[in-house]
């Protein structure tokens, strides 16, 4: 089967347009990958690809295949953890057209999150459960001199952004996705 219009929509080599007035977080994650200056990082992500479907382009942002594509092109690992089969699978799969690795985590990210990667993208659950969740990772990678992405703020970052300001850690809110994102560089702490 050929899937090579499909490749060039899902790595962003060729644009599609839908009546969204959503903002992709590929930006976002681009700014945080040039921050590593070509560099080889180690990527931990919680949440992986939940539907191929088009419209999930934008409203979860397909993370690992910009991610999966860095990595490719200079070196690092990504990990993506999850605790729906499915949504692992759409990222191998992903990972496998585009040609990049990925080490699949199935289950609750705090059994493998740990405090040896250079970035962290926190897109797990949304909702209550997902604030308290965000905030339970980050404190466990709190001493990681890293930088750490948060999507979905209104979602999953409520309890997280009091903790943060609380603790006079300094971070960026950028108005992309849905209800934003936060990137935190614990490079220099």
């Given amino acids: 089967m050929n899937f090579d219009f499909a490749i060039a929509v899902l790595s962003g080599k060729k644009e599609i347009k839908l009546n969204t007035?959503?903002?992709?977080?590929?930006?976002?994650?681009?700014?945080?990958?040039?921050?590593?200056?070509?560099?080889?990082?180690?990527?931990?992500?919680?949440?992986?690809?939940?539907?191929?479907?088009?419209?999930?382009?934008?409203?979860?942002?397909w993370s690992d295949t910009i991610f999966g594509i860095y990595i490719k092109d200079f070196g690092g690992s990504l990990t993506i953890a999850d605790i729906d089969l499915d949504h692992l699978t759409n990222s191998s799969f992903m990972g496998e057209r585009l040609g990049y690795n990925i080490n699949l985590e199935l289950g609750d990210a705090m059994a493998s999150i740990s405090d040896d990667y250079d970035i962290y993208y926190l897109d797990g659950a949304d909702g209550d459960l997902g604030d308290k969740q965000t905030l339970e990772q980050f404190k466990k990678i709190e001493s990681a001199k890293s930088v750490v992405l948060i999507d979905d703020i209104k979602s999953k970052a409520v309890s997280l952004t009091k903790y943060l300001n609380s603790k006079d850690i300094k971070f960026e809110t950028h108005c992309v996705g849905n209800g934003g994102m936060i990137t935190i560089d614990m490079r220099q702490r």
């Fill in 21 to 61: 007035t959503v903002k992709l977080r590929d930006p976002v994650i681009k700014y945080v990958l040039d921050l590593f200056d070509r560099r080889p990082v180690k990527i931990f992500q919680v949440g992986a690809i939940e539907s191929l479907q088009t419209q999930f382009r934008w409203g979860s942002g």
